[in-house]
């Protein structure tokens, strides 16, 4: 069982940067890390994603060259850098895990939202133009 706790969201404005952050309890040396993300009336969207046995990563086209998600294995905490924010990457962002033995150990995680068991409470990021 993994629980997972993100924080990091805010209000600010077009243009600036965060960094929001999913601590995990329980060990997700072997899974696959994932940021979502759901604005009010519109589907929940797969943000960017990291195999944590293998450290690849993939994110989304329309966040690419804007985001980064990376993993501190010390602090079992998946990270989202998010910079030169725009309105429309306004919504609620959740974090979620799924152990790679349910797929591959070489899984690029790029798997949709149904198949991951474990969700966080989400955190807000509201940008403001």
């Known amino acids: 069982q993994v629980q997972l706790v993100e924080s990091g969201g805010d209000s600010v404005q077009a243009g600036g940067s965060l960094r929001l952050s999913c601590a995990a309890s329980g060990s997700t040396d072997t899974y696959c890390m994932v940021w979502f993300r759901q604005a009010p009336g519109q589907e929940r969207e797969r943000v960017a994603v990291i195999n944590t046995r293998t450290g690849s990563t993939y994110d989304a086209d329309s966040v690419k060259g804007r985001f980064t998600i990376s993993r501190d294995g010390a602090k079992n905490t998946v990270f989202l850098q998010m910079n030169s924010l725009k309105s429309e990457d306004t919504a609620m962002y959740y974090c979620?895990?799924?152990?790679?033995?349910?797929?591959?150990?070489?899984?690029?995680?790029?798997?949709?939202?149904?198949?991951?068991?474990?969700w966080g409470q989400g955190t807000q990021v509201t940008v403001s133009s």
């Open positions: 979620a895990a799924g152990p790679l033995s349910w797929w591959s150990l070489n899984s690029n995680c790029w798997i949709d939202q149904s198949a991951y068991k474990y």
